[in-house]
C-alpha cells in the first residue's frame, strides 16, 4: 500500500465545535460541511458531532441529501439556496432550509409547489457583492415571501468579506448594513463564520456558521490556530521511499532547477500534487521528519516530492513525513504557497485515503 494517507482526529473537530459554542454562548450552530468538510469527510464529521450540533451547512442540495441520511433531526442550511426550480421541492422533503440570494431563486420559490412549506434565509448583500439582495431590494421581498405559502420561517442571513481581517471597516459597515434590517420581522438571523466568531460578538446574531475554525486551521493571516486554541484535524502523513547522495552542483527533480550547493542527502516522499499537496510550493517549503524540519528541495511531482535530508543525517528510508497537521500547521504550508488553509485542506485528493481517530 502506498505510504500516503490523511489522519482525521475526530476529537478535534469537536473541540473546536465546542470552542465556536463557547465563543458564542447560547447561540445555535450551523457546522459548515461544505466541500466533504472541508476535505476531512463529510460522513464522520457529521456523525461526530451528531449529538452537539444543532445544525450543519452545505453548498447544494445534494450535499444536503448526504448530511440528512446521517442525521434525522438537525437543521440543514442550503448557503447557495437551489440552483434549479426542481430543487425547492426536493429541499422540503429532505426538511433543508434555503438561502434565497437572488430575484431568480425569490420568483422560483413563490412558483414551487411544496409538500410543506420551506424555511428561507434571505441573504443581504451587505458588501461583498457576490450573493445576495441589497438592503432596498430585501425590503421589498420581506412582506411577499412573509406571505407566501412556500415559506414557514422567514430568516435574515449575510456574509463577510474581510472579517479575516481584523478591525477592517468593511466588516463594521456590513454588520450595520445588518442591524439596519432587523427593523423587520425575521424568526431567525445569521452573520458570523469563523473569523467573525472569534472576534466579533456583535456579529453572532441567532447562529454562527463557522468552518475552518472547526478544523483547526485559522481564517486570521496574523493570528495562528494553535493561538487561537484550536486544535488541528488533519495531519498529511507519507514516508521517505528513497534516499541518495549528491554532489555539489548535481540538481535535483523536474527542471533541474534546485541545485545542491553542498554535499546534500536527498529524500524522496511519497506525495505529489496529485494527492493535493501544492505544486507550487516553493523549495525550502518544511516538511517533519523526525520532529524536525526538513526543507522541499526541486519541484513537487505528480506523486512525489523531494525533501533536503542534509542537516537529518539520522533520518532514512521508511521514515514517517508530516506534510502539515498536528506538529506543522496547514496555515504555515498555505502561506508559503500563497494561498490559505481552507484550499489545501478541500484540495487533498480522493486517492489519499483518510484514517479517522475518534
Ligand atoms: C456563506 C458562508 N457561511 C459560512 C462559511 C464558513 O466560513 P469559514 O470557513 O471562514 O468559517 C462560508 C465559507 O465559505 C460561507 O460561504
Known amino acids: ?27 445555535q450552530v450551523f457546522a ?30 445534494e450535499e444536503g441529501a448526504e448530511v440528512r441520511a446521517m442525521h434525522d433531526g438537525a437543521r440543514i442550511l442550503l448557503l447557495e439556496g437551489c440552483f434549479e426550480a426542481g430543487e425547492y421541492a426536493v429541499a422540503a422533503r429532505l426538511r433543508i432550509d434555503v438561502v434565497v440570494q437572488g430575484v431568480e431563486q425569490a420568483e422560483a ?10 424555511n428561507v434565509w434571505l441573504k443581504l448583500d451587505s458588501g461583498m457583492h457576490r450573493l445576495g439582495f441589497d438592503a432596498d431590494a430585501l425590503r421589498a421581498w420581506h412582506p411577499r415571501l412573509a406571505q407566501a405559502d412556500q ?14 481581517e481584523r478591525n477592517h471597516p468593511l466588516t463594521e459597515a456590513q454588520l450595520e448594513q445588518f442591524l439596519g434590517l432587523l427593523d423587520l420581522d425575521f424568526a431567525q438571523r445569521s452573520l458570523a463564520n469563523s473569523a467573525a466568531v472569534m472576534t466579533l460578538p456583535a456579529a453572532h446574531m441567532d447562529w454562527i456558521r463557522p468552518g475552518i475554525m472547526l478544523y483547526g486551521a485559522t481564517p486570521f ?22 534516499v541518495r547522495d ?39 517549503t518544511p516538511a ?6 526538513a526543507p522541499l528541495a526541486g519541484r513537487v511531482c505528480m506523486d512525489l516530492l523531494m525533501v533536503d535530508l542534509t542537516d537529518l543525517p539520522e533520518a532514512g528510508v521508511g521514515d514517517a513525513v508530516e506534510l502539515w497537521g498536528a506538529q506543522l500547521p496547514v496555515d504555515e504550508i498555505a502561506l508559503a504557497c500563497g494561498t490559505v488553509g481552507y484550499e489545501l485542506l478541500t484540495k487533498v485528493t480522493a486517492r489519499v485515503p483518510r484514517r479517522y481517530r475518534s
Not at 482525521?8 to 465563543?23: G, T, Y
Open 221 to 242: 493571516a496574523e493570528l495562528s490556530a494553535a493561538e487561537l486554541g484550536l486544535k488541528p484535524a488533519m495531519s498529511l502523513n507519507a514516508q521517505l521511499i528513497a
Open 246 to 284: 549528491v554532489a555539489a552542483g548535481e540538481s535535483v527533480g523536474y527542471g533541474a532547477g534546485w541545485v545542491a550547493a553542498r554535499p546534500s542527502r536527498i529524500g524522496t516522499v511519497s506525495c505529489g500534487y496529485a494527492d493535493g499537496y501544492p505544486r507550487n510550493a516553493p523549495a525550502g
Open 109 to 118: 420559490l413563490l412558483a414551487s409547489r411544496l409538500p410543506a412549506p420551506l
Open 32 to 61: 459548515v460541511v461544505k466541500a466533504n468538510a472541508y476535505g476531512h469527510g463529510v460522513r464522520e464529521v457529521v456523525t461526530a458531532l451528531h449529538d452537539e450540533a444543532d445544525g450543519f451547512a452545505v453548498a447544494s442540495l
Open 1 to 27: 500500500m502506498r505510504p500516503l494517507f490523511a489522519q482525521i482526529d475526530l476529537a478535534a473537530v469537536r473541540h473546536n465545535h465546542a470552542f465556536a459554542k463557547r465563543c458564542a454562548p447560547g447561540r
Open 288 to 293: 517533519i521528519i523526525r520532529g524536525q524540519r
Open 151 to 164: 415559506v414557514a420561517e422567514l430568516n435574515l442571513m449575510s456574509h463577510f468579506a474581510c472579517s479575516d
